[in-house]
């Protein structure tokens, strides 16, 4: 029985624990989830009371920026005002002083109008004063040497031509005293300043050329039977091949620079390979022509880098290293030219112009002299022709044709292109002449200095680059002298090309001789 309750009241007691256990589990989730609401309300209420804060700063704030915006909106209102106001201000002040150029300009247009008339009423009455003084020594004349009228005319006519000449005479030489000095510093110390940067080896070019054999021997084999080495050789390359009595030494003679290089890289190359005969002449004579163009290109090269400038169209470039092998009056054209661009820039610089343009025209003006003989017309011309073809400027190719003053000079430049080239011919050792250029030139200028009036005699000294001439004494005073030295200096110039300067200097001399006894 006692079991039975027992097994009766185990489940009653577990059930009774369990629904006690649920209960004070049930409170204790109650009694947690209060405090967590209770909690959250809380944060809650703080959440808005922080929110209500933001939103307060945020109102100021914009406020705030909103009357920030509007000051500043206020000051650049004020800011463009100002600026308008003295934009306006200063358009006004142009205005009213351009009108007061104008009016100014008006009243000086108006003296010079009054000054013109004063001026011509005065010409007019002095040109009345000069007919009537006319008439009156015309009458004189007739009167004292019982000329006729038009004899007496005649010699008035001759005493105001030489009356106004030499006042002209005067006027010249007062003008030249004026600038002259000035104009010769300037333009002394410009070339000196060139000369001195450009210091070039003077280096002139001879028209033989020697190859070193090994033995006397070679000779023989050079000649070769019956002379076929020889002729073969001397048939490809157009050059003369001379073998004398000098030991180990054979010379090749051409006025052609090009060809003597490569009959002369030819036989150096035959006498070192030892086999010479006329199937291995043409093949070294073709492989020199080879190694000639591949220097032509280098020596293009190298004076475009030597002047710097801009790189040219590649066919410049090969005419230019084709100048290597040209020459002029004995001077070599490519050296020629890199020193006339050397001289154009600096003169250039000195002056304040382009010496870009004045050296890469500098630098081109004798391209024409590398072309061929069977195109027509002067090297400058030629010259400007190819530059225009590959694509150089207007004012490089007018400083090209410009350099023998075969065209007007467009620029500066141009003018400086021509006389850094007369500059670089006239250097002492520059240039040869041929003794029938130099006499021709030599009588040229006498020829030219006695058909002037005046002069008595006339003698070109210091290889022609002096001119000297006596004139008549009791003809010619101080300002005729001047006169006609410059307009000899004049023709010259127009009738003759010469390299460098010429200097005309006219003596008058009077002498007075007595004896005592």
């Known amino acids: ?269 035959l006498v070192a390979d030892g086999r010479i005969h006329p199937a291995r002449i043409e093949e070294l004579y073709e492989k020199s022509k080879k190694e000639v163009e591949e220097i032509i290109k280098e020596a293009g090269k190298e004076a475009v880098m030597r002047v710097g400038i801009k790189s040219p169209h590649p066919e410049i470039v090969k005419l230019l290293g084709r100048l290597k092998f040209r020459t002029s009056y004995g001077q070599d054209v490519l050296e020629h030219s890199i020193e006339v661009s050397m001289f154009a820039g600096m003169m250039a610089n000195e002056l304040g112009l382009n010496a870009e343009l004045a050296k890469r025209a500098a630098l081109f003006h004798d391209l024409g002299k590398a072309i061929d003989h069977e195109v027509e017309g002067s090297h400058a011309i030629v010259g400007g022709i190819i530059a225009k073809r590959y694509g150089e400027k207007l004012e490089v190719i007018n400083a090209m044709q410009y350099h023998h003053n075969e065209v007007d000079a467009m620029t500066p430049e141009a003018v400086l292109v021509g006389a850094a080239d007369a500059l670089s011919a006239a250097r002492p050792g520059a240039r040869r002449e041929t003794l029938e250029n130099y006499v021709r030139r030599i009588e040229q200028l006498e020829e030219i200095a006695k058909s002037f009036r005046y002069v008595d005699k006339a003698y070109a000294i210091q290889a022609g680059r002096e001119l000297r001439i006596i004139v008549q004494p009791e003809k010619v005073d101080d300002s005729i002298s001047e006169k006609l030295a410059r307009d000899i200096s004049a023709k010259i110039e127009e009738t003759m090309e010469y390299p460098g300067i010429i200097k005309v200097t006219v003596i008058r001399e009077k002498r007075s001789v007595s004896y005592a006894s």
């Open 1 to 269: 029985m006692a079991t039975i309750i027992g097994y009766i009241l185990i489940p009653i007691v577990a059930v009774i624990t369990f629904f006690v256990g649920l209960y004070i589990g049930n409170v204790k989730f109650l009694t947690k989830n209060r405090e967590e609401k209770e909690r959250l309300e809380e944060e809650i209420k703080k959440a808005k009371l922080d929110a209500a804060e933001i939103k307060s700063k945020a109102i100021e704030e914009a406020t705030a920026i909103k009357k920030r915006e509007i000051i500043e909106t206020r000051e650049e209102v004020h800011k463009l005002r100002d600026e308008f106001e003295k934009e306006s201000r200063i358009q006004r002040d142009e205005l009213k002083s351009l009108e007061e150029r104008l009016v100014r300009r008006e009243e000086n247009i108006d003296r010079k109008e009054q000054a013109l008339d004063e001026m011509k009423e005065k010409i007019e009455k002095e040109k009345v004063e000069t007919e009537k003084i006319k008439d009156e020594a015309s009458k004189k004349l007739y009167e004292i040497a019982s000329l006729n009228a038009e004899e007496a005319r005649e010699i008035v006519m001759k005493q105001t031509s030489e009356k106004y000449e030499l006042e002209l005479a005067q006027k010249y030489r007062d003008i030249k005293d004026r600038y002259e000095d000035d104009a010769k510093k300037y333009s002394r110390w410009i070339i000196t300043t060139a000369i001195q940067r450009y210091a070039s080896d003077v280096t002139s070019e001879i028209t033989t050329s020697t190859v070193i054999l090994p033995t006397d021997d070679m000779k023989g084999r050079i000649i070769g039977r019956e002379g076929r080495n020889i002729r073969t050789f001397e048939k490809l390359t157009g050059t003369d091949l001379i073998i004398d009595d000098t030991p180990e030494v054979v010379a090749l003679s051409c006025f052609n620079p090009l060809r003597r290089e490569i009959a002369k890289r030819t036989l150096t190359m």
